[in-house]
């Protein structure tokens, strides 16, 4: 589905060489954008009606985890509700939920589907619909916990939903491959295959300890362009990077690039600091033309931007491929 307004965009800053650069304005949401968050990250971004919607993490003062819809007319100043996304019945009585996080949505035939992760005794993922971003309507968890990172595919894949996942643990993960899995439903998930799995170290370290899908995949004539999250293990701590693949547009299970540097790492002041230091996460990103707008969540604070153009980013994809 489209929208009327324009993709977010900045030209490429005088002197960089970057295939991806951040907004000059960045972050484009803060942490205290509503009355009752301590943090705002790790959300998603459509194409809607005149302008944009969106889905966003928002935990309170209490660091309770909960989802809240949004809209904005140019993708960069945006207005979210104050209340979180209260659900109703969507396939399924059972709509338990502990908490609520890191989601994101894709426009399928008739509708808008969310994923986030939800809490049912540890994190799995958690599916939902809406029309109008105003009444959402959950479904049956895909999957048993844990699992995180559940990305759905735009469009049916040989007549069946598609989603990306990241298998894990009930902390916080030191592990993690993605996975793909199928549905003819929305309601019923199986036929799971391992897509990519994590690097060896000693050939990009960046994502030698975890990776995880990112934002909805971009359908581009050469396959389905990926960007995700890689993680590395340091002295410090966890840092993650942002990274793209391109996936086969018939079989996504299969890889056809993958980045070996990555596109974008922790380096500005909002990235480096903040609730969880160093971390750079992808999860929605806009496509109009050549352009592309990618948001991603900068130190589990705050929302930042950046840009690249797709056929910039596939061409480093295949001089740069693990």
Same mark, same amino acid.
């Given at each position: 589905?489209?929208?009327?307004? &324009? ?13 991806? =650069? ?6 484009? *949401? ?16 459509? /194409? ?27 993708? *960069?100043? =945006? ?31 008739? $509708?808008?589907?969310?994923?986030? +992760?939800?809490?049912?005794?540890? /994190? ?9 971003? #105003? ?34 643990? &009930? ?8 996975? *793909?899995?199928?549905? /003819? ?11 990519? #799995?994590?690097? !060896?170290?000693?050939?990009?370290? =960046?994502? +030698? ?7 909805? /995949?971009? $359908? ?15 002295? &410090?701590?966890? $840092?993650?990077?942002?990274?793209? @693949?391109?996936?086969?547009? #018939? ?6 690039? $993958? ?7 922790? @380096? ?6 903040? !609730? ?6 992808? +999860? ?26 797709? !056929?910039?980013?596939?061409?480093f994809l295949k001089k740069n491929s693990l």
């Amino acid at each position: 589905m489209t929208s009327k307004a &324009n993709i977010p965009w900045e030209d490429r800053p005088d002197g960089c060489t970057d295939v991806m =650069w951040r907004y000059s304005k960045n972050p484009v *949401i803060g942490r205290y954008d509503i009355p009752t968050s301590n943090s705002i990250f790790n959300s998603a971004v459509v /194409p809607f009606g005149d302008g944009f919607a969106g889905v966003f993490r928002c935990d309170n003062k209490s660091v309770q985890m909960n989802i809240f819809a949004g809209f904005s007319k140019d993708g *960069i100043h =945006w207005k979210i509700n104050h209340e979180p996304i209260e659900m109703v019945e969507g396939n399924t009585e059972m709509i338990d939920s502990d908490y609520k996080y890191d989601p994101r949505v894709c426009f399928i035939e008739d $509708r808008y589907w969310l994923t986030w +992760c939800n809490g049912y005794h540890g /994190p799995t993922i958690g599916i939902a619909y809406t029309f109008d971003f #105003k009444t959402f309507y959950q479904c049956e968890n895909a999957f048993l916990p844990f699992n995180r990172n559940g990305v759905l595919f735009s469009e049916k894949i040989n007549g069946k939903y598609a989603m990306l996942s990241r298998p894990s643990d &009930n902390g916080h993960t030191p592990f993690g491959d993605i996975y *793909i899995s199928y549905s /003819p439903d929305m309601k019923y998930w199986g036929e799971h295959r391992c897509v990519m #799995k994590v690097a !060896d170290f000693t050939k990009s370290a =960046w994502q +030698c300890t975890k990776i995880g899908a990112g934002s909805v /995949p971009i $359908r581009t004539k050469e396959g389905w362009l990926l960007f995700y999250h890689g993680v590395i293990n340091t002295c &410090n701590g966890f $840092r993650y990077s942002m990274g793209a @693949a391109l996936l086969d547009l #018939k079989n996504p299970n299969q890889v056809l690039y $993958r980045s070996q540097p990555y596109l974008l790492a922790p @380096a500005a002041s909002y990235e480096l600091t903040g !609730d969880v230091p160093n971390v750079v996460f992808p +999860c929605a990103a806009l496509k109009e033309g050549n352009k592309l707008a990618v948001y991603y969540g900068a130190a589990d604070t705050v929302v930042g931007m950046s840009f690249a153009y797709v !056929d910039e980013i596939i061409d480093f994809l295949k001089k740069n491929s693990l």
